[in-house]
């Protein structure tokens, strides 16, 4: 039963303290109650029985001697009769048996009840026991006794006695009926079971409101540590009486209000922190921006410098723009912490996108790329174009090439929008046939040109007119043919300022790109993870969705977008190989 109850939904599972507590208040009031009932029945029992008793062996003790007194040693079968109506007409109402001995030596039996009282009904061991010729000593003043015991006949219980009478006479048996005395104790049992009833349900009773009572303030207090989990570091409880559980409750608030303020004070740095680190960089961008013009102009004036300067001119023009990278990066990470970046949605053709973002920084000899035009999606373009600059330089700065980048579409049936199904290889490129327009130039397999363009929308199975798939995400896969990643580090590929060789603390990257890629794909409430491939390389895979208008509206009802939380390898804060 407590299986049952454990599996069957919807009812109270057996670790339940409130069942618990129910369960252990009724077998205690069950086993007090079939306790004391069964006492109570066993003492009425063995009180009526031997007053029942008691009463009808002095009446049948008294009633055969005075019967007997009158009657000659060997008195006729018709005296013997008499005597015996006579002794079963008192007050007790039980049938009599006589047995003697007439004047002619034959034997004599009389009985009130022929079919209930006879010699043959009388047991064996009460005639032997009524027969035995006991010695008279000082202990024993007579040679017969009375004995009694008590026999079931069909349904009726009856006590069945006999006696001789001393020095002579006839022997004598009585059988009385029972069956009051039991109807009595048969009353007696029910109500005693009524009341172990009653007694089980009282105790069910009690022990909810108990568990009510008990269980009450401990509800309460889950309750409470369930809004201190999900922030509400306010939450306090109400505080009643000076048992135990007022002293966790006022335990609880006080641990809460020193969460609270050490939370506050925590949450007080970190806004200075923030504070500092945007207040440095906008300091910074004053002197930047005049230091960055001498640089240009050094730069352009370089080839006319003395030769032993040239090289110093150089390294500060490519510092001056290391440092003007960073204190962008770091105005942009300041952004997301502060919840205060936002996203400017259009309509954007994924596959010019990612051609634009490759041919801005002259990387068309060095990436290949895999996508079919016609693949609109509604996002931020900016965001998308950091996203896809810090994963594609990534790939090329510490990769192998040729990188190649691929764009995809999934929907919810895991198929292609015309339909198809879509299978994956381990190196997460997409097997469709020969991978077309792969090579020097990095230009889609499908944007040939103009005329190549015009026709994409008769495709079976693409939107018209540049519709985007409702419903579905865009996968964009970034691949290169390096090394790959060493596995300790990929838990922190993403990790802010993380360098993945100690040898190389000035590398040319800040470790912010990965950073700030993950910080935009979250908050167009995708995500970005990095694996790599069993035939040698890394792979960065890119999953947004189709139109992030619905983060959009969150995150200006909001004010911050809605992108996941710190976690193991997804903290929000990322860095670079």
């Not at 290391?322 to 954007?348: H, K, Q, W």
């Not at 339909?419 to 040939?448: L, N, S, V």
Request: charged residues 25%.
């Amino acid at each position: 039963m407590l299986r049952l109850l454990g599996r069957a939904p919807g009812l109270l599972r057996w670790t339940s303290l409130r069942l618990r507590l129910v369960v252990v208040f009724a077998l205690v009031a069950l086993t007090a109650a079939v306790s004391a009932s069964g006492i109570a029945y066993w003492l009425n029992r063995n009180t009526v029985l031997d007053r029942t008793q008691n009463a009808v062996l002095k009446d049948f003790r008294k009633s055969l001697e005075d019967s007997t007194r009158s009657l000659p040693l060997r008195p006729r079968c018709a005296e013997l009769q008499d005597a015996a109506r006579q002794m079963a007409a008192g007050p007790q109402n039980y049938a009599v048996l006589l047995i003697g001995v007439d004047r002619s030596g034959k034997p004599c039996a009389a009985t009130t009840d022929k079919d209930l009282l006879t010699l043959t009904t009388v047991p064996d061991s009460l005639r032997k026991a009524v027969n035995e010729v006991r010695p008279v000593d000082e202990s024993n003043r007579y040679a017969h006794h009375l004995y009694w015991q008590r026999k079931q006949i069909g349904d009726t219980p009856y006590l069945v006695a006999g006696a001789k009478v001393i020095g002579g006479g006839p022997t004598g048996y009585m059988m009385k009926s029972l069956a009051t005395e039991r109807q009595d104790l048969n009353s007696l049992a029910w109500s005693l079971g009524i009341a172990t009833a009653l007694a089980l349900v009282g105790s069910a009773l009690l022990a909810q409101a108990a568990a009510t009572t008990v269980l009450r303030p401990v509800q309460r207090l889950g309750h409470a540590a369930r809004q201190l989990g999900e922030g509400r570091l306010d939450t306090r409880l109400r505080v009643t009486g000076t048992d135990e559980l007022a002293d966790l409750s006022r335990t609880f608030n006080r641990t809460a209000e020193r969460l609270e303020q050490r939370v506050e004070e925590l949450s007080a740095r970190e806004a200075a922190s923030r504070r500092f680190v945007a207040d440095m960089s906008h300091e910074l961008r004053t002197p930047l921006t005049a230091i960055t013009a001498v640089s240009e102009v050094l730069e352009e004036e370089a080839e006319s410098l003395d030769p032993m300067i040239a090289p110093a001119v150089q390294l500060v023009v490519s510092e001056t723009r290391r440092l003007n990278d960073l204190v962008e990066n770091l105005m942009e990470v300041t952004r997301f912490d502060a919840g205060t970046a936002r996203l400017v949605l259009d309509d954007v053709d994924v596959a010019d996108q990612v051609t634009a973002c490759i041919d801005a920084r002259a990387w068309l000899d060095a990436v290949d790329l895999d996508a079919d035009r016609g693949i609109v999606a509604r996002l931020d373009p900016r965001r998308l174009d950091v996203i896809l600059a810090n994963l594609i330089g990534n790939a090329l700065k510490h990769g192998g090439s040729p990188v190649r980048v691929s764009v995809r579409t999934e929907d919810t049936t895991g198929e292609e929008p015309d339909g198809t199904a879509r299978t994956e290889t381990p190196d997460g490129a997409d097997q469709e046939g020969p991978a077309a327009g792969t090579g020097a130039a990095g230009a889609c397999r499908t944007a040939g040109g103009p005329e190549e363009a015009a026709d994409a929308p008769e495709r079976a199975g693409e939107p018209a007119g540049g519709d985007r798939p409702g419903g579905g995400r865009l996968v964009i896969r970034v691949r290169d043919h390096g090394p790959g990643i060493p596995e300790e580090v990929l838990p922190h590929v993403f990790d802010r300022f993380y360098k993945a060789s100690a040898s190389r603390p000035r590398s040319e990257g800040s470790g912010l790109g990965l950073s700030i890629a993950l910080e935009n794909a979250h908050i167009h409430g995708g995500e970005i993870t990095a694996a790599n491939l069993p035939e040698g390389g890394a792979v960065f895979t890119l999953r947004l969705p189709m139109d992030a208008s619905p983060l959009a509206d969150d995150t200006r009802r909001n004010g911050s977008p809605d992108r996941p939380g710190p976690g193991p390898g997804n903290n929000g804060t990322e860095g670079e190989r």
